[in-house]
């Protein structure tokens, strides 16, 4: 399979926007497994104040934070997304995003780009990320 090169994306001017604006990210993927980078990086982003909001098919609580099945089921804003999904699964966590109406940012970890939905994305209003760690751009930035 081959990669793709992010068409759309936020420059870091953008990006130091995206965060100063955002106050909840709603974590795609978020494991329990402290091993793994979903849960590493959603550790890191609650440190540094933001309210994090885990979406995984299990558990019911992970950081201390109640965990929702899907995106849909969250009954309040969320201002960015936060994907740890395969890039085959990004398009469904994006059409949900442009469902809800009222997610400012997606943002998609290392590795993971699917330009289509980031398309859809952007012309829906909402901020695009792609193939950058929350994580290491907050630390680099702040």
């Excluded at 068409?7 to 870091?12: A, L, R, T, W």
């Excluded at 959603?42 to 098919?57: D, E, R, T």
């Excluded at 995106?71 to 990004?90: G, S, T, W, Y």
């Amino acid at each position: 399979m081959e990669c793709e090169f992010p068409s759309v994306n936020s420059n870091n001017e953008e990006i130091i926007k995206i965060f100063k604006n955002t106050k909840t990210i709603a974590i795609a993927g978020l494991s329990p497994n402290e091993e793994k980078a979903s849960n590493r990086v959603a550790k890191y982003l609650q440190n540094a104040g933001f309210k994090i909001v885990p979406i995984y098919p299990k558990e019911e609580t992970i950081l201390g934070e109640k965990v929702y099945r899907s995106l849909e089921e969250i009954p309040f804003k969320i201002d960015m997304v936060d994907i740890f999904r395969k890039p085959n699964a990004i398009a469904a966590v994006i059409d949900a995003c442009i469902a809800r109406g009222d997610i400012d940012t997606v943002w998609t970890q290392l590795g993971l780009v699917n330009n289509e939905a980031a398309q859809k994305a952007s012309e829906a209003g909402m901020k695009v990320v792609q193939n950058k760690c929350t994580k290491i751009e907050h630390a680099n930035l702040f």
